[in-house]
Every structure is written in C-alpha cells, then in structure tokens.
C-alpha cells in the first residue's frame, strides 16, 4: 500500500513540474498606454487619406491593428480613384517590412476602410516607422513605439517614391 501512495506522489509531482517547466510565459504588455493618432491627408480637393492607430504600447512578437480610410469626395460619377498603396514599417535606413500592398478603386462619392494588421517581429524594440505610400502621389510616416519608450530620438524615417516589389 506504501508503494502505491509514493508512487502515485512521485507521479503527481512529476507531472506538476514538468507543466510548472513547459510552461511558456505569454507576452507582457508593455507599461505604456497606448497612444492614439490620426493622419489626414489630403490629395488634391477630391481625395482623402487618413490613417490611424496607436502610436505606443505595441509588444513585440504580438498583432497590432491599424485603420486606413480612402475617401473619393470627387462630385463626377466618372471619376473613380484607382491607384495602389503600401504599407510599410520603417527603421531609418530601409524597409524593415511590407506590411499591407494592394491596388484599389474606390468610386467617386464614397470611402472604404481596410484594417491594417502588423505582426512585429519579435526581435524589435524601440521607435520605428509606420508609413502608407502612395507611388507617384506621396507618403505619409508615423513614429510608433514597440515595447518601451527609451529617451532616443526617433527617425527620421526614409522617403521612398515607389512600394518595394513582391
């Protein structure tokens, strides 16, 4: 009867530290609030660009959402905007990674939104660049935090003229 008791112990404590082991830690926020912003920009008087989010508390290795709105305030029916846009996360020499890149036509009179989903990478921390590009039109450049806020200056941030290729 001995036995089985001490087994059973040796058994249940054995399973118990190897759950307490294989344990993964799941990510930390960060203790920064995060931080909204919106961008609006303007093309021309018929076209509007406005990009928004949060500026902080983005943890590396995790999702973060963002959202991209385009409006064609264009009064004639005809006059559809097509173009393409990039996404892009910057640091300030290159393209760290393309995040979103797409062609779209949004007819005149209306606006679309789309959900910009970043996945950081897990090995970055610091101040980085969230741009939106518009080949031939513009770019747009907002500084995010991912992880903590250090007291380093951030950017600046490159200015690219087209969305790196596929």
Known sequence: MKRIAVGTIV???VVVVALLIGRSEPAVAPDVPPSPFTSVW???DKH???F???SAGHIP???SEFTLELD???ADIDDSWQFEYCVLLLDEDSVVMKVAHEE????AGLKTSRTITVQF???LDGPYGLSVLIPGRGQTIQTIWIGGIEPVSAGPWPVLDTCPGD
């Not at 779209?104 to 007819?107: C, G, I, L, S, T």
């Open 42 to 44: 303007g093309l021309e």
């Open 52 to 54: 928004s989010g949060d």
């Open 11 to 13: 058994v249940v404590v």
């Open 121 to 123: 990478p897990a090995d």
């Open 61 to 63: 290795g995790e999702e």
């Open 104 to 107: 779209v036509d949004v007819p």
């Open 72 to 74: 064609n305030r264009a």
């Open 48 to 50: 509007v660009v406005t």
